[in-house]
């Protein structure tokens, strides 16, 4: 069975800065991309950054500069490294992997459960 574990979520100042990790243990055979969505109550779900098995990174245009996305795909570990952090950034931030199991031989779509992120003014 597949899970994905987020930590480093926080209360961080405005300015300031958190990481956030997601691990991806389990019958892993392969990952292809791995990213990062944030939700606001209320709101739906919407992508903040992604990055593939080559390391390419998409970014949305409100954190670009700020935010920067990385992978250790030997830990099949994903991390997202957020600077100078602006109250709009409040969200519930959640890793997706799309991943290949040894049992299951197709891509599927993993969620870790969530990490709070609070940033006061």
């Known amino acids: 069975q597949v899970q994905l574990v987020e930590s480093g979520g926080g209360l961080v100042q405005a300015g300031g800065s958190l990481i956030l990790s997601c691990a991806a243990t389990g019958s892993i055979f392969s990952i292809n991309f791995m990213a990062w969505y944030r939700q606001a109550p209320g709101n739906q779900r919407e992508l903040v950054a992604s990055?593939?098995?080559?390391?390419?990174?998409t970014y949305v245009d409100y954190v670009k500069g700020r935010f920067t996305i990385s992978r250790d795909n030997a830990k099949n570990t994903v991390y997202l490294q957020m600077n100078s952090l602006k109250p709009e950034d409040t969200h519930v931030y959640y890793c997706?992997?799309?991943?290949?199991?040894?049992?299951?031989?197709?891509?599927?779509?993993?969620w870790g459960q969530g990490t709070q992120v609070t940033v006061s003014s």
């Open positions: 990055i593939d098995s080559g390391g390419r990174t």
């Open positions: 997706n992997a799309i991943l290949k199991t040894w049992s299951i031989s197709s891509w599927n779509s993993y």
